[in-house]
């Protein structure tokens, strides 16, 4: 029970605690590139959610299989990138073949996932806080649901923006910008909210 | 130097294995596609603009490569790209006439009444919605540009005097600009067409006159004017009939608001070459505005005044003498 529990505190960490965009700073490319209609924005958190869980599993295996049996962590960066690319294009087959409709849907997003530095951040967050496989799952589901939060959120406010009067400099980037930081002090609310 | 080779190992190791799924991967999950999609695919203009009915040229190539969707489905290449595509598919393709969208108003600041000022959101949409629009006219342009925004070739633009209007030169008769004006202002018209009724009020006369000073006020002098039934009269509104018009331009002389719009600078007139002409006085009896004149097995002559370049009498002429020619002057 304690452990149901523990996975419990992960998840909810993961999600709003940390949440991968708005506390950690990672993956703003996309953040920023894919959320200007909810529609992608939400097909760009779904991607992002398989292929975070994949790693996940796949950078566990081989960090504590091949890397540290052979000492060599060092390589750790290097070796997880050619895992992430590695299953993006995988997966962009996989799903081509099988599901030309959610590959339409996806389009430019998935391959775009190869440079997300969310998916290395989460495969690294969990060998640093040296989770086991079934945490280590979790924490990247997790943390692919919170970038899917924040993105959806960001492309409904963005939306919004369009038909909104906004003063001329402010047009376009500038006023995401600020709607992002001010997403980002909202988030800092959950701060302290376990533990 | 063990260290060194057992990374060079583990990392290349693992560099190939992932590389040998991958394309085992590609072999396996090979999608199959129709190289006729890809041909058709590289002559679309590649705006993605959905006219056609298909998300993107992608999808469109693919629809006419299985035969679902029509080879001139494209609107915005037009003629040429469907003659490529029909060689491309082996089929024969009728030329079809070029389109271009203009928006029915000219009700500018100088000509229409407003009834309030307007200051929500910059959105016709949205303007339209409080009580049919600021502008006195409920049929008027209101220029907040959410034609402009629709269209994907930067072919429609507010002018200095706040009504949308379209450049035909960036035209491609897509459509989007037709769907996406809530006043239903936008019509696609033939290319050809050079007289158009830049008015869609159904309001009766008086209101017109009243909101805008060059509205359609329902006087059915065009109609009668019109020596070719090119004028229909509907809701105290003239609309001409495109496939009937002869851009003789003559509605729109007698308008007395200029709801009529006519480029007069591509008027014509009717040039009858004397080393032809037989006298069979066919293009006189044929001419509507008596701007023929000459006697039987004489040389006629077309009295520049009077004509207006409808072009009856060069389809009448036995012995084709008869060219209509752009105005000098």
């Known amino acids: 029970m304690e452990y149901v529990g523990k996975i419990f505190v992960i998840l909810i960490s993961s999600i709003l605690i940390n949440n991968f965009v708005m506390s950690r700073f990672l993956g703003i490319c996309p953040f920023l590139g894919v959320s200007k209609r909810v529609e992608t924005a939400v097909g760009m958190g779904a991607a992002v959610t398989f292929v975070m869980a994949m790693t996940s599993l796949i950078t566990y295996i081989i960090q504590y299989a091949i890397l540290e049996p052979l000492g060599l962590e060092y390589l750790q960066t290097i070796i997880f990138i050619l895992v992430i690319a590695s299953l993006v294009q995988f997966v962009e087959m996989v799903i081509q073949k099988t599901s030309p409709t959610l590959y339409q849907a996806l389009g430019v997003y998935l391959p775009l996932i190869t440079t997300n530095c969310a998916v290395l951040g989460v495969a690294i967050i969990n060998i640093d806080e040296k989770y086991d496989l079934i945490q280590a799952l979790f924490n990247g589901v997790g943390a692919a649901l919170g970038f899917t939060l924040a993105i959806v959120l960001f492309a409904g406010i963005r939306e919004r923006l369009e038909l909104s009067d906004i003063p001329k400099p402010l047009k376009g980037f500038p006023i995401a910008l600020i709607t992002a930081g001010l997403m980002s002090v909202a988030f800092l609310g959950f701060q302290g909210l376990i533990k | 130097m063990e260290k060194i080779l057992l990374s060079l190992l583990s990392l290349g190791g693992m560099g190939l294995l992932f ?33 056609c009915g298909y998300p993107g040229c992608d999808g469109f190539a693919d629809a006419v490569a299985s035969g679902r969707a029509p080879v001139d489905g494209c609107t915005v290449g037009g003629s040429p790209v469907a003659l490529k595509i029909g060689s491309i598919m082996g089929v024969e393709v009728d030329q079809k006439e070029r389109v271009i969208a203009r928006v029915l108003c000219q009700g500018d600041c100088n000509n229409a009444v407003n009834k309030y000022e307007y200051r929500g959101i910059q959105d016709c949409v949205a303007a339209s919605m409080l009580a049919g629009g600021y502008k006195g006219c409920g049929y008027g342009c209101l220029g907040l540009g959410t034609c402009v925004r629709a269209c994907p070739f930067d072919a429609i633009h507010i002018e200095d005097g706040g009504i949308a209007v379209v450049d035909p030169d960036k ?159």
């Open chain 2, 171 to 329: 035209c491609t008769g897509c459509g989007k600009c037709v769907e996406a004006c809530p006043k239903n202002l936008i019509e696609l018209i033939p290319e050809s067409s050079q007289v158009q009724v830049l008015c869609i009020s159904r309001d009766p006369g008086k209101q017109v006159r009243q909101n805008c000073k060059v509205g359609c006020i329902g006087c059915r002098l065009c109609v009668k004017a019109c020596q070719f039934e090119a004028i229909d009269f509907v809701d105290n509104l003239a609309r001409i009939r495109y496939d009937k018009c002869v851009n003789c331009m003559v509605c729109a002389e007698k308008c007395p608001t200029g709801a009529i719009y006519a480029d007069f600078a591509k008027r014509k007139v009717a040039i009858i070459a004397e080393d032809k002409c037989i006298g069979c006085t066919a293009c006189r009896k044929v001419c509507k505005f008596d701007a023929i004149e000459g006697e039987r097995k004489q040389k006629h002559r077309v009295l520049g005044d009077k004509c207006t370049g409808c072009g009856q009498c060069v389809e009448r002429c036995p012995v084709d003498a008869i060219t209509l020619n752009l105005r000098q002057n």
């Open chain 2, 19 to 51: 590389g040998a799924v991958l394309a085992f991967a590609s072999k396996k999950f090979a999608v199959e596609k129709d190289p006729r999609a890809e041909a058709i695919r590289e002559v679309l203009p590649g705006a993605n603009c959905g006219a």
